[in-house]
């Protein structure tokens, strides 16, 4: 993805099935869960890279020990810190006597991460400061364990606003304001609740004060309070909790928009934002890996099934592409693209060359490749075939079939090396990215289409300051820039950096086109439409924005944005095309239901339509920032 894009976070999660002492007589060590967790987190650190946190619980420790443990980073490498000053601090009380590495018991009493329950949280930060107290995951502290609660996730909630306020009804006085702490709050509401209820029914029927910590913690209906919780959210989510007793739940939103896996073993019950790091750090077959539904740790749904809708960028970008099925996809949606490169290159191979940037199309890219050879081939096939009815198949003209007009790929980008673009002026930041990437010189002919894959365009801003000079540098007649994912014309509301709605380079075309037709009064009056939506229930909302793109055909406003991005300052007098992924061809590459809202406008929740609708309003007036509010 040529436009950088915050994302999603990452969550790993720990919870080991034997005591410490079984881990160290087989695998030599009592922190085998820690080192876990570590690696679960490292697997997947391109999901967070703002901040991180772990937490742990430990089971059954005696009255007056601590038992609930965290800690967060929000500096530079702050995964690797973490974990080294931990590791570093257990190697020091070892040093001191304090612990015995080789007895598990004194890890456990000693060491603060010597638990059975691990969660780990990276963290790309869409709203809210950018601190170690912004880290997940959030603590709820009391001095019953029954009360005390850990929460992180991967998650945006459309109506965060009116879930505090909710709090504010309450009674309750929350400070932030936003959706973590909501999450955080309102499940604490429903434990306290729970909690009290069964203390008041136990006190009565004479349980004793020293009895009823596991009276409790045995009685506590986890599922029913995580789904009590959750009536009111509006959003996607991939949640973990743990409960000071060692309960832990992990939840999914009903419709699947953000990833979760797990992994249940003998030795271990894990999970994880994507699949292949709980196969690699586990040494699991892809078959022993599930998607969570979903369910709680008992797989207990906490409400009514819904249309599954889970996120395509997933499949597009954000997850890594070693996923068995998600590499298969990128190399379908490459495939896919076949007939509009053919018809961007004039349908010969003869004078084009194919190449990708940034290095994440390179999976698409294998697959686009696969595709134009598959095609040059049905073209040979039917020439010989059709040479050989007229007699006219000669050794020479077979050779000249075979061996001719194949695809011709190339490596013409290389990431030299990570510039960091501490230059405030725009003009030296452009200056900057612009030597992000080198070309290979001399491969490229004047008379050649250069075709670039890239995985999507959001705002087009890269391509057109950065990426296209880069490729015009090797002087080709033209390029052709092809997008694996579809325009998107929508803004995100559920966990991706992607809420403002000027700033999508397919919006800006449309709106370009209207207003070059002499059209204004339609944008009026889908801004009064959309202030209209914005007074009726959410339930009842409809998505006005896509009024904008009525008019237009999707070639349209692919041919506005090729002109858009084109690069104005530069010694090259080529031709830019770009080119993006329907949604038919999306959708057959992708395996199962594919969330396509972005692209569409269709979004699963009724929040995503107060939000598009929001989006336009604060554009028209041009206010700029998330179109969902967290202020109270």
Request: charged share 25%.
């Amino acid at each position: 993805m040529s436009d950088f894009l915050k994302h999603e976070c990452g969550i790993a999660a720990v919870r080991l099935r034997k005591p410490l002492a079984y881990y160290y007589d087989r695998y030599g060590t009592a922190l085998w869960g820690f080192h876990k967790l570590f690696l679960l987190m490292e697997k997947q650190h391109n999901r967070g890279q703002d901040g991180v946190g772990i937490g742990c619980a430990k089971l059954n420790m005696p009255l007056g020990q601590p038992y609930v443990f965290r800690r967060r980073d929000s500096e530079r490498d702050g995964l690797a810190n973490i974990f080294r000053k931990e590791m570093k601090s257990f190697h020091k009380m070892a040093r001191k006597g304090i612990l015995s590495p080789d007895k598990p018991d004194t890890v456990k009493s000693e060491y603060d991460f010597g638990g059975e329950v691990l969660i780990g949280h990276l963290r790309y930060g869409t709203s809210g400061e950018f601190d170690a107290g912004s880290c997940h995951p959030y603590l709820r502290r009391s001095n019953w364990p029954t009360r005390t609660l850990m929460v992180m996730g991967n998650f945006n909630m459309t109506n965060a606003a009116e879930l505090n306020q909710v709090l504010v009804e309450r009674g309750q006085h929350p400070v932030f304001g936003t959706d973590t702490q909501t999450v955080l709050e309102e499940i604490g509401f429903h434990l306290d609740e729970a909690h009290t209820d069964l203390y008041r029914r136990l006190r009565d029927d004479g349980v004793e004060g020293r009895d009823m910590p596991e009276r409790i913690s045995s009685e506590l209906d986890l599922a029913r309070i995580v789904g009590e919780s959750a009536q009111s959210w509006d959003g996607g989510y991939s949640i973990c909790g743990v409960v000071g007793n060692g309960d832990m739940f992990v939840m999914r939103d009903p419709r699947g928009i953000r990833p979760c896996h797990m992994l249940v073993t003998d030795e271990v019950i894990a999970f994880a934002s994507e699949r292949v790091p709980l196969m690699t750090v586990f040494e699991a077959e892809a078959s022993e890996v599930r998607a969570v539904d979903h369910g709680s740790f008992t797989d207990t749904s906490f409400s009514p099934p819904q249309r599954y809708s889970p996120c395509s960028f997933e499949k597009i970008y954000f997850s890594r592409g070693n996923d068995p099925q998600i590499y298969r996809e990128r190399k379908a949606m490459g495939a896919s693209l076949v007939p509009q490169v053919m018809a961007a290159i004039g349908g010969s191979f003869d004078k084009a060359v194919f190449s990708f940037i940034p290095n994440t199309a390179e999976t698409a890219y294998y697959g686009l490749m696969d595709g134009l050879r598959l095609f040059r081939r049905q073209e040979v096939r039917s020439a010989i075939l059709d040479a050989q009815a007229k007699g006219e198949l000669t050794p020479e003209a077979l050779d000249d079939l075979i061996l001719r007009n194949w695809p011709r790929g190339e490596k013409i980008a290389h990431k030299d090396i990570k510039m960091r673009t501490f230059i405030a002026q725009e003009k030296g930041r452009d200056q900057l990215v612009s030597h992000v990437y080198d070309i290979t010189y001399g491969v490229v002919r004047q008379d050649d289409a250069l075709v670039a894959l890239d995985d999507s365009i959001v705002r087009g801003t890269t391509l057109k300051k950065s990426i296209l000079k880069i490729l015009a540098r090797t002087q080709p007649r033209k390029i052709v820039v092809c997008s694996t994912a579809p325009q998107i014309r929508y803004p995100d509301c559920y966990g991706i950096d992607m809420s403002e709605l000027g700033k999508f380079i397919a919006f800006q075309a449309a709106v370009a086109l209207h207003r070059r037709a002499g059209r204004q009064s339609l944008l009026d009056r889908i801004y009064e439409e959309c202030r209209n939506e914005l007074q009726k229930p959410a339930a009842e909302m409809v998505n006005r924005v896509k009024g904008i793109y009525a008019a237009f055909t999707d070639e349209e406003v692919s041919a506005e944005i090729s002109r858009m991005v084109s690069p104005e300052d530069i010694d090259w007098d080529g031709e830019v095309e770009v080119i993006f992924q329907t949604i038919e061809n999306l959708h057959a590459s992708v395996k199962g239901p594919c969330g396509d809202w972005y692209f569409t406008g269709n979004y699963p929740t009724v929040g995503g339509y107060s939000m598009v609708n929001a989006a336009y309003v604060r554009w028209y007036e041009g206010i700029g920032g998330r179109s969902y509010g967290l202020q109270l």
